[in-house]
Every structure is written in structure tokens, then in C-alpha cells.
């Protein structure tokens, strides 16, 4: 079996358990309302997280356009926590940068609030569209421990993979299409799932976006696109003029640039860094892309509002990223090997087959649609009489889709190429 995922993490395992009658696996929470601040706790550790994996990926596929998903990432790897034991819990728990203090029942609760606000949102929202969604399919055939059937009742399905594989792959992709909207299709080929088949975790994740500031779509129109100093390809630069906020960060090597979508608390961050050696820029401000840097960037307070005339690409993509070799450099220890230790979920030895992510996105005038440095000196405010800033981005630029109000990044990438 070679399971795969497409647009967020899918985590495939083959084991058999002995059923364990118990009323939860994490208390003390059970049906109590949890704590507010819990929900901050989940994802204190999240942009860390994000940006570890943005630089890792960036180093396996250096010279590509990457766009991915760390939220759903994180989500995914989240589920595999909850169903972990031993060592391999401990593993999950420094990747995800959990809480040193915080039990396993304590970041249950959190997840469990996450889920009620996240869905709350969505249905109250009209101004934006973000929604995750987690499964774990499991084998009818297959003995689970009673508490985690408890615990996730909503995430839970029992599928006859070893009688109807291909009908359960089927009804798999079917979920991960009407989750995304129809942007993510066909998750798993066909063979991907089989008679072995006993557990399979998905997260789906969705977020459509309209600017703030609308592009105007006659503006649009080809341009050059400096892949490198020497290569150039045409692309369709849309144009905007606004009061953004923006800066020029001298560590980072690069021009900042706030682009907020409607509701305030969605922004796409731009990391321009400049045109001179553009083929090392990138990696340049990916390196110094820690987390301290992060929050500065994404700390409004630390940027200037200034009249910006801003060209972006036109673009759609869609990016595959082989996560086994990429979750091993950031130290998911034994996950991925046979002697991992799932025994939440069961007594019995597991494995973890492939992870596979799959995101898409698509960036017009109307706004963005994804299912998933150098020196400078500052531009301080000026008068009436100054001539706007031009941000062009026809040159390689790492970007990010960020939500202030539960301070996660849902989505990240770089361009490097049309």
C-alpha cells in the first residue's frame, strides 16, 4: 500500500487492536466547557512549527514554486499525537511545540474548543471562508480502544476497506472534494487504498478570500517576471494602488507588504527580497525567517501605512511535497518507523505509512482561493506629496496567508516562477 495525500496530510497505518472499554482517554476533560485560554495554548508553538517546515521543505525543493499548507500540517500531525504513546507522543509533542506543561488532556480540551470556534466562525462569517476538518477512517475490522471512539465521535468512520477498498477510497476523496470546495480531486489514485488498509488520518482545510483592496482586472496585463538575473518569462501582473502597510526589514533582507483580505483578520504577508542576487535572496530571508522575525512582521504596530502601488501575479499552482524525509529533519523520531508507539489507539504494534501534502491555490484580482533575504534603510511616513511606493513583485517572493485572531498561519509559500 502506498497511501498518499493530497491537500492536507494524510497519514495511512495498517495495525489491529484489542478493544478497551473506557469512558475517555483524555480527563480530565470530558464534556465540560474548556478553559478560554486553552485555545491560545494549542497554537502557541504553531508559527515555530510553520516556519520550520517552510525552511525544510525550501531546502528539498530549492529551486520550485512551493505552496503548501502548515495548518493542516500541524493538524494532521496533531490527530497522530493524540493517538500516540510512549516515545513517539514525546516525539510529536516538541515538533508541534506543544506546551512542556500542558497534558495531554489539557490540549485535548483546546482542540475540542478550536473545533467549536473554527466551525462558529465559519457559519457567522460572511466576509470570508476558512474551514478544517479532520477524519480518521478506520477498518470496520479493526478493534479500537472505546475512549478514543468517545473522544471523536465526529471524526471517527468505520469503512469496510478489506471487503470494498475502492469504494472506500472513493467515499475518502469525496469528503477531502466537498471539504475543499471541489478544488482538491481524486486525493487517493486508484491502489492507493487495499485490503491492508486499517486506519487512514485526513485533515482538509479551505480558506477563500476576497482583498481589501480589489485588483482592477483592465490593469491587468504582461509583464516580465525575473526569474534570475538573466532568465526572464512573461507573466499577468495584476495592479492595485491603496494604503497598505509595509516596511523594509533590514534583517530579513526584504520589502514587507500587508495585503488584508476583507474581515480583518486574514492578511497575505509579502517577503520581496531585492532583485540583486535574487537566486540566494530567497533562501537568504527563509534563514533569518525565525520566529522573533515573524512576529514582527506580522505585528501591524511594526509596519507603516503608506500609498503603495503594488503588482502581483496572476497565478495558480499546485504543489505535492513528500513529508516522510521533511517531517524526519524536524524530529518526528520514530513516526514513520515500526517500532512507533500508537498505544492510545491500541496495544498492538503500528506503522505509519507515506505522508503525502497536496495544496492548490489561485491568486486574481478578485482575491485568493487555496484548499492548504541586504540592506535597506526604513521609508518613514512622509507627506501629501510624496510619491507612492512601488512594490513589484516580478522577481521570486516568499508569502503567507496568516489569521491574526488565532495567530496561525494557514497557508505559505514561494513564487519563483510563472
Not at 131 to 145: G, L, P
Request: glycine share 4%.
Amino acid at each position: 500500500m502506498n497511501p498518499l495525500l493530497v491537500f492536507p496530510l494524510l497519514l495511512a497505518t495498517v495495525t489491529s487492536a484489542q478493544m478497551i472499554q473506557e469512558q475517555g482517554c483524555f480527563r480530565p476533560y470530558q464534556d465540560n466547557q474548556p478553559a478560554q485560554h486553552s485555545r491560545a495554548s494549542l497554537y502557541g508553538g504553531q508559527q515555530e512549527f510553520s516556519l520550520a517546515l517552510l525552511n525544510a521543505i525550501n531546502k528539498v525543493m530549492p529551486k520550485e514554486n512551493l505552496f503548501f499548507s502548515p495548518y493542516s500540517t500541524y493538524h494532521a500531525l496533531l490527530i497522530a499525537y493524540f493517538m500516540a504513546g510512549g516515545q513517539t507522543e514525546q516525539y510529536l509533542k516538541k515538533v508541534l511545540r506543544l506546551g512542556e506543561n500542558q497534558g495531554k488532556s489539557d490540549i485535548y480540551a483546546a482542540y475540542k474548543l478550536d473545533k467549536f470556534m473554527t466551525k462558529f466562525i465559519a457559519s457567522n462569517n460572511s466576509l470570508y471562508e476558512f474551514t478544517s476538518a479532520n477524519k480518521i477512517y478506520v477498518s470496520n475490522e479493526t478493534q479500537i480502544r472505546q475512549c478514543v471512539q468517545n473522544d471523536f465521535t465526529d471524526e471517527l468512520e468505520s469503512f469496510p476497506f478489506k471487503t470494498n477498498p475502492e469504494q472506500c477510497r472513493l467515499s475518502i476523496n469525496n469528503w477531502v472534494e466537498t471539504t475543499t470546495h471541489h478544488m482538491i480531486k481524486d486525493l487517493l489514485p486508484a491502489g492507493t487504498i487495499d485490503a491492508s488498509t486499517s486506519l487512514v488520518l485526513v485533515n482538509a482545510a479551505y480558506f477563500k478570500g476576497i482583498w481589501e483592496n480589489k485588483f482592477n482586472p483592465n490593469l491587468t496585463k504582461p509583464e516580465i517576471f525575473y526569474v534570475s538575473p538573466t532568465k526572464q518569462i512573461m507573466v499577468d501582473m495584476m495592479h492595485v494602488e491603496g494604503t497598505f502597510k509595509h516596511d523594509v526589514s533590514e534583517t530579513l533582507g526584504a520589502h514587507i507588504l500587508e495585503l488584508p483580505y476583507q474581515g480583518d483578520n486574514i492578511s497575505m504577508y509579502v517577503l520581496l527580497p531585492p532583485f540583486s542576487n535574487t537566486e540566494d535572496s530567497i533562501d537568504a530571508t527563509l534563514k533569518n525567517l525565525n520566529i522573533e522575525n515573524f512576529k514582527t512582521v506580522v505585528n501591524r504596530n511594526s509596519l507603516i501605512s503608506r500609498t503603495v502601488q503594488v503588482a502581483l501575479p496572476k497565478f495558480s499552482l499546485e504543489t505535492t511535497v513528500e513529508l516522510v524525509p521533511v517531517l524526519e529533519s524536524l524530529g518526528v523520531g520514530n513516526l514513520f518507523k515500526e517500532n512507533a508507539n500508537f498505544h492510545t489507539l491500541t496495544d498492538d504494534t503500528v506503522s505509519v505509512g507515506e505522508g503525502i501534502h497536496k495544496a492548490r491555490i489561485e491568486i486574481n484580482e478578485n482575491g485568493a482561493h487555496a484548499a492548504a533575504a541586504t540592506a535597506f534603510l526604513s521609508w518613514r511616513m512622509g507627506d501629501d506629496e510624496e510619491p507612492p511606493i512601488q512594490f513589484r513583485c516580478d522577481k521570486p517572493f516568499v508569502y503567507l496567508i496568516y489569521n491574526a485572531n488565532t495567530h496561525t498561519i494557514l497557508f505559505t509559500g514561494v513564487f519563483r516562477r510563472p
